[in-house]
Nanobody, 127 residues
């Protein structure tokens, strides 16, 4: 599975951006998808995820209420709508995919199962 993220850029604090990630390759329609980010000098961190089966969503506490993850399974695309952006949201954002596994019960397991990663897209939030 190949992943390509789009939509990064420069935005003022309080503004919005929408990231997209298109998946291509064999059997791309049964993957749980996620967004992660890595700020300069920091480790990569989880942002949001969505399950293929029922579109259940998960968010990091730092983005809850501001970011929304959604997917268009027919188009093999996942989106991340980012509103009320803060300076600390500045990071390279990566999308990832995990083969859907109905036995996975926790977010930790879902994150650990992310097997495919795309190149990141830079989001810079300015004051």
């Amino acid at each position: 599975v190949q992943l390509q993220a789009y939509g990064g850029g420069l935005v003022q604090a309080g503004g919005s951006l929408r990231l997209s990630c298109a998946a291509s390759g064999r059997a791309t329609s049964r993957y749980d998808m996620g967004w992660f980010r890595q700020a300069p000098g920091s480790e990569r961190e989880f942002v949001a995820a969505i399950r293929w089966s029922d579109s259940s969503t998960y968010y990091a506490d730092s983005v809850k209420g501001r970011f929304t993850i959604s997917s268009a399974n027919a188009e093999n695309t996942v989106y991340l709508q980012m509103n009320s952006l803060k300076l600390e949201d500045t990071a390279v954002y990566y999308c990832a995919a995990a083969p859907h596994d109905s036995t996975i019960a926790t977010l930790s397991e879902l994150i650990d199962g992310m097997a495919y990663w795309g190149k990141g897209t830079l989001v810079t939030v300015s004051s």
